[in-house]
Nanobody, 115 residues
Framework: QVQLVESGGGLVQAGGSLRLSCVVS????????VDWHRQAAWKQREWVTS??????NYLDSVKGRFTVSRDDAKNTVYLQMNNLKPEDAAVYYC??????????WGQGTQVTVSS
């Protein structure tokens, strides 16, 4: 069993920044993939970004504004979000897909963007 704990959400004005953290309960191996997903009210959960080793991928609408990174010494994956827009408001979840193929989710952190 792997636990994930997100933090760093909050209320920010449009154009502002937030950094989300996802602490994983064990070492993040290079073959693990850690994703960030988000779910806005009345919408389906959508994938935002992934990091596997040093490789990253992003949803088109966040490219150039969001950056995912990892600190292996802290078992933590970060999501730096700049130039936030009202449409970025959602509950943000991190998920790890282990090298064995198992998925584990965090409980989510709320991001609110005021216009």
């Amino acid at each position: 069993q792997v636990q994930l704990v997100e933090s760093g959400g909050g209320l920010v004005q449009a154009g502002g920044s937030l950094r989300l953290s996802c602490v994983v309960s064990r070492y993040i191996f290079n073959d693990d993939t850690v994703d960030w997903h988000r779910q806005a009210a009345w919408k389906q959960r959508e994938w935002v970004t992934s990091i596997t080793g040093a490789n990253t991928n992003y949803l088109d609408s966040v490219k150039g504004r969001f950056t995912v990174s990892r600190d292996d010494a802290k078992n933590t994956v970060y999501l730096q979000m700049n130039n936030l827009k009202p449409e970025d408001a959602a509950v943000y979840y991190c998920k790890i897909r282990t090298w064995r193929g198992y998925d584990y989710w965090g409980q989510g952190t709320q991001v609110t963007v005021s216009s």
